[in-house]
């Protein structure tokens, strides 16, 4: 990656952190799921209103680090409005993203802005902070009642 584009995608993740998007609860939530990174010490409170295959309205609340923030900031405004199949499909997307678990031409042109968050593969603490809201994500989908840990 060449440093212009390293000091672009900088720019996004502090833009993010800085004023994130989807912050703050939403009162008619029909799921919620809590998340931790005790190794950063990361924690969201994630809340989503779904009407149907529908996520019609998302939104957070915590906070931690920058990658982790504004991860979740990226995350919620990239679900909104998709369907449950089609979030599932992009955290399993992301996932192999910032595991490097996927094929390594792989641009990942689908996951669009989410995509600067790539370089976090190099960093094994900083791929559990950018993948904590997705882990939240997943859980609240399934409406599981305990809170999740990326531990
Ligand atoms: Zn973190």
């Given amino acids: 990656m060449n440093s212009e ?5 900088q720019q996004v993740i502090l833009d ?11 009162e008619n939530h029909n799921h919620s799921s809590e998340g931790f990174n005790p190794l950063c010490g990361d924690h969201i409170h994630l ?10 309205d998302i939104s957070f609340e915590g906070g931690g680090c920058a990658i982790s923030k504004s991860s979740a900031s990226m995350m919620t405004a990239f679900v909104k409005g998709k369907t ?3 979030a599932n499909h992009l955290f399993e ?16 042109e689908d996951l ?11 960093f094994p603490v ?18 599981s009642p305990e ?4 531990e």
């Fill in 93 to 108: 997307r992301f996932h192999e993203m910032v595991t490097g678990t996927g094929s390594d031409d792989d641009a990942y």
């Fill in 147 to 150: 809170s999740i840990s990326t």
């Fill in 5 to 9: 584009l390293r000091e672009l995608y």
């Fill in 47 to 56: 809340y989503l209103h779904t009407d149907g295959d529908i996520i019609t």
């Fill in 84 to 86: 449950l199949a089609e």
């Fill in 112 to 122: 669009d802005k989410l995509a600067v968050l790539q370089g976090v593969k190099e």
């Fill in 126 to 143: 900083r791929v559990k902070c950018a993948s904590l809201a997705w882990h939240t994500l997943v859980a609240a989908l399934k409406n």
């Fill in 16 to 26: 993010h952190n800085k004023n994130p998007k989807n912050f703050g609860k939403i």
